[in-house]
Structure formats: C-alpha cells, structure tokens
C-alpha cells in the first residue's frame, strides 16, 4: 500500500524566507503525487501535483515541488514567504483505483 | 465549470442522535465521490468513495453509513452519533475513469457531538 510521511508537524518561518515543506512517499507502482493547501475552515485547494514528465512542477501561488525518484521525495518549496502562505499543507499519493492517501499534514507560521 | 456544495457548514448533535451531511457536485457526469473525515491534528481519513449511483465503497468500519442515491449527490448518515465521531467532514470529486485523480474539495461541514 502507498504512504505518506510528512516530516515536521509545524514549520515556522518568516516573511521573505524560503518555504521548505518535506514529503516522502512510498509507492509500489509510479506515483502521482500531489500539494493540497487548506486554510482554517476550508476544504482543500490544489496547489500542484506530479503525474509523468517533467520533474520539477510549477504551481498556484508561486510553489513548485521537485520529484526526485531516488530519495522518494515531492518537497515543496517557495522561495520567499508571504503572511497569506499560513495555512496546513497536505501531501497525496495517488493509490490504487481512484483513491489519494494523505500525509498527516504540515501547519505552516510565517512570522512578521 | 465544476462546483462541489456541502451542507450544512456547521453542525452541532447530541450523542445518540442521527446525522445526514448532503454534498452535490454541479457541472459534470458520473464523478468519482469522496467522504473524508478530519480530526484535530490527525490528517484526512477516508470514509467512503463511490463511483457510481448506488456504488459504495467503505474504507473504514465504522457506525456511519453513505449513499448516493443520485448521480450527483453523496450523503452521510449515522443513527446514532458518538462522541468520536466529532470532526470536520470533506466532500471530494474527481473526473472518472481518469489516470490523474485529482480531487477537487467541497468547504466541509464541522460537525461538533456533545
């Protein structure tokens, strides 16, 4: 079965710095992988996802997430913090059939 | 375009009472359906997904039941709500029969039990 880990549980950091959020997966079959965004109270918003092609993919709000096959990573990354980036990011793995199974999920703080 | 509605928003039931969260999806045809449960600080649990009208498959044992008794519509119920079922529900829908799987999410419903 596929998995999902998320490392960091919280990540802080401040406005104007870089964004790293990590993600490992495991998948027995070629992974889709994808970056969900949820702000509080809100359901999940699509930031970018990875099927075939191109390893490094570009998304909303100015993210991109490298797939590197042999550290099984999908790190997400922005290079300069904004306030309206604090929100929880989820990782996926697209498992067998239609199905996503989620990674625990990183609270992101930008500090002013 | 495509548009998922959830209701209702917010929720609050004693234990012991039955639950019913209706979600609809607008602008497209035999979606692939997505019940998903969020508790505090535990990441997304799938509950039930569903294909088809009539067609559900459930992930997790559980007293909550789901139906789909239109092509566009996914409903979760309980008859008897406990405690731990306290959480913010989501609604999803994917495109069918595709090879990317995306799931596009409703605005959920936080459902409160005392």
């Known amino acids: 079965a596929q998995s999902v880990t998320q490392l960091g549980s919280h990540v802080s950091v401040s406005e104007g710095a870089l964004v790293l959020l990590r993600c490992n997966y495991s998948s027995s079959v070629p992974p889709y992988l994808f970056w969900y965004v949820q702000y509080p109270n809100q359901g999940l918003q699509l930031l970018l996802k990875y099927t075939t092609g191109a390893t490094l993919v570009k998304g909303i709000n100015g993210f991109e997430a490298e797939f590197k096959k042999s550290e099984t990573s999908f790190h997400l990354t922005k290079p300069s913090a904004h306030m309206s980036d604090a929100a929880e990011y989820f990782c996926?793995?697209?498992?067998?059939?239609?199905?996503?199974?989620f990674g625990a999920g990183t609270i992101l703080r930008v500090k002013s | 375009s495509q548009t998922i509605h959830q209701w209702p928003a917010t929720l609050v039931q004693p234990v012991g009472s039955p639950l019913s969260l209706e979600c609809t999806v607008e602008?497209?045809?035999?979606?692939?359906l997505y019940w998903y449960r969020q508790a505090a600080g535990r990441g997304l649990q799938l509950l039930f997904y569903s294909v088809g009208i009539g067609q559900i498959s459930s992930e997790v044992p559980q007293n909550l039941s789901a139906s789909r008794p239109q092509d566009r519509q996914f409903i979760l119920s309980s008859k008897k709500l406990l405690l731990s079922d306290s959480g913010f529900y989501l609604c999803?829908?994917?495109?069918?029969?595709?090879?990317?799987?995306?799931?596009?999410f409703g605005p959920g419903t936080r459902l409160t039990v005392l």
């Open positions: 602008g497209t045809s035999n979606p692939n």
């Open positions: 999803a829908w994917s495109f069918p029969r595709t090879l990317t799987d995306t799931q596009y």
């Open positions: 996926a793995v697209r498992e067998y059939g239609n199905k996503l199974v």
